[in-house]
C-alpha cells in the first residue's frame, strides 16, 4: 500500500493520547506503516553517553490525518 504522508508532510493526530496534537513528520516505515511525529509520543531512552533523554515513539498511519 502506498502511503499519502511524507517525511516532512504536517499531520495532526486523531487518536491516542496525542490526540489533537499537530507536528511535522520525522520518520517514515512505509512496510510497517509507522510514522514518527516531532513531539508526539515521547518517550525516555537510557544512553551510556547521553545519559536519559525523550525522542519520539512509533505512531501508528491509521491514527493521523495529512493538515
Request: net charge positive; aromatic share 4%.
Amino acid at each position: 500500500m502506498k502511503l499519502k504522508i511524507k517525511k516532512g508532510s504536517k499531520v495532526q493526530v486523531i487518536a491516542g493520547a496525542s490526540k489533537g496534537t499537530k507536528g511535522d513528520v520525522i520518520f517514515v516505515n512505509p512496510a510497517k506503516m509507522i510514522l514518527k511525529v516531532q513531539g508526539v509520543n515521547m518517550q525516555t531512552h537510557f544512553d551510556k553517553e547521553k545519559g536519559i533523554t525523550k525522542q519520539e515513539g512509533p505512531i501508528h498511519y491509521s491514527n493521523v490525518k495529512l493538515v
